[in-house]
Structures are given as C-alpha cells and as structure tokens.
C-alpha cells in the first residue's frame, strides 16, 4: 500500500497569506503546506482522506488519474472545499463517499448539488437542442455526482482491496473519523482519542496524527499529546500531519525523530 501526502498544513496552509514569520519566509521546500489530505493506492484501488482547497492542484501534482472514493473525516472547509473538483471522476458513475452522518449531512448542505442528478430547466425548442441537452446530461452536466454513503464508528468497510474502520475522535467538541487501513492509520483534528479508539490503532505500524504545534490548543493536538498517543499505540512510525506556521519541518525533526517526523506535501511511503 502506498500512501502520498497531498497536504500536511493546517487550516491557513503555509505559507500563511501577508505573513512574514521565518516559517513563511522559508524557502525549504518541506515548509510549503496545503490543506491536510492523503492518497492511498493499493493495486487497483486508490482512494484519498479529504478534499480540502488544493485539492486539485496536489491531485495533478501526485498525478491521480482514477479514484474510487473519497473518506471525510469531517466537513471542516479545509477538508472538504475542494470537492468540486471531483467532477473529472464521475463522469461514467457516481462516486461514493464515506464519512459520518453529520460530516456527509453538513457536506451535502454546501454541496447540494454534487448529490443528485439534474434535469435542464427548460422545455427545449428543437431537436438540436434536445440532443445537445441528452449528450450534456450524460455526464450530469458537468456537476459532480457523488454517492453517500454514512459509516458508523468502528464499523468497517470495503472498498476495492481495502478494508477500512472508521475510528472515532473528539476534535474539541467535534466527533471527527480517523481511518485505520491494515497496519496503517490516519486520524487527524484530533484533540482527545478515548480507551476504546486507542485499543483500535494498537500496534499499527504506521500512524498519521494530526499534531498543531507546541503550545496548547483546544481542538487539536499538541506535538507532545502527539508523540504520547504514538507512544500509547505501539506504531514504528508517526508523522504529524495539520501543522501550523509555529514550527519548521527541520525543527520538528530534531525534536521529535525517531518515533515522530514531520510529513510533508508529496512524502511517499509504502506500508
Ligand atoms: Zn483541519
Ligand atoms: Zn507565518
Ligand atoms: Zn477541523
């Protein structure tokens, strides 16, 4: 299975706009961060975890040509406000997407019109047109066509090679899904994960956790809250991922290495 980070910032990104902190100003390619967001291919199957603002962008970048569905972990805009873009795949079928009842409820309030398929508005005059229109409605015209499809907190669930469990976490006052695929787990926006979700990621070999940045914050992690519940689960390996302007790549790094890294956009890894 292979995993590419197609954003490991924070809700601003990084650069952060008009801002001139040495993170910001830093010309390490490593401290260039979109919205947080992976792609997990394994054999046929690819899926990706969230579409935040860049997503179209970082897809072109990772050169994603097919998808076969998207997990949300919740419907945060620097998750989900790239979703328009997933109309390139659902030109022949929908394309299912996983996530809470509340993440998919919230998602289909903003995007109302990605759920259903669509009618043309008006009676048309001649045959032309009629056919013009019946070519264009194939593909929906245009618009995304998404199907929801909600998960429940440690259900579990298939798609193409992968079985997946949605894993439940608090997010300040928020319950986001993180998603644990085999030996690898990607739970990010997490303030607090309880006995029941830790005994889940037990002895993975891979975690992603979203991890701010040093000082307190009351909707996500801390690099130490981090770095504990990578302890806790018994991974090999944790990367942050969600990290703020606070803190450079290379200084996370040194502090954190060896069971913590910094992910950074494009990092590949095969698990
Ligand atoms: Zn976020
Ligand atoms: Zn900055
Ligand atoms: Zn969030």
Redesign the pocket.
């Known amino acids: 299975m292979r995993i590419t980070f197609l954003g490991t910032g924070t809700s601003h990104g990084i650069?952060?706009i008009g801002?001139s902190?040495p993170?910001?100003q830093s010309t390490d390619i490593h401290d260039k961060r979109y919205r947080a967001s992976i792609m997990v291919e394994d054999g046929d199957t690819t899926i990706v975890i969230d579409t935040g603002y860049e997503f179209r962008l970082a897809a072109v970048r990772a050169g994603l040509k097919k998808l076969d569905a998207v997990l949300y972990t919740h419907s945060h805009s620097d998750h989900i406000m790239g979703l328009d873009d997933l109309r390139v795949f659902t030109k022949e079928k929908s394309l299912p997407v996983y996530g809470s009842k509340k993440t998919l409820d919230h998602i289909r309030k903003v995007f109302d019109y990605a759920f259903s398929t669509h009618d043309w508005p008006h009676e048309c005059v001649d045959k032309e047109e009629e056919d013009a229109i019946r070519e264009l409605k194939k593909h929906n015209y245009g618009l995304p066509l998404l199907s929801a499809n909600v998960v429940n907190p440690y259900e579990k669930f298939r798609v193409g090679s992968l079985e997946i469990e949605a894993i439940p976490a608090m997010h300040g006052l928020m319950e986001v899904f993180g998603y644990r695929i085999g030996p690898f787990v990607y739970i990010t926006d997490v303030s607090l994960l309880d006995e029941k979700a830790l005994m889940a990621i037990k002895g993975c070999d891979t975690l992603v956790l979203g991890a701010l940045r040093e000082r307190q914050h009351p909707t996500h992690f801390t690099f130490k809250e981090a770095e504990e519940v990578a302890r806790l689960s018994g991974c090999r390996v944790c990367y942050f991922t969600h990290i703020n302007?606070e803190t450079s790549y290379e200084e996370i790094m040194r502090r954190y290495c060896p069971l913590c890294m910094s992910s950074y956009d494009n990092l590949v890894l095969e698990v």
């Open positions: 650069p952060v801002c902190c993170v910001c302007h």
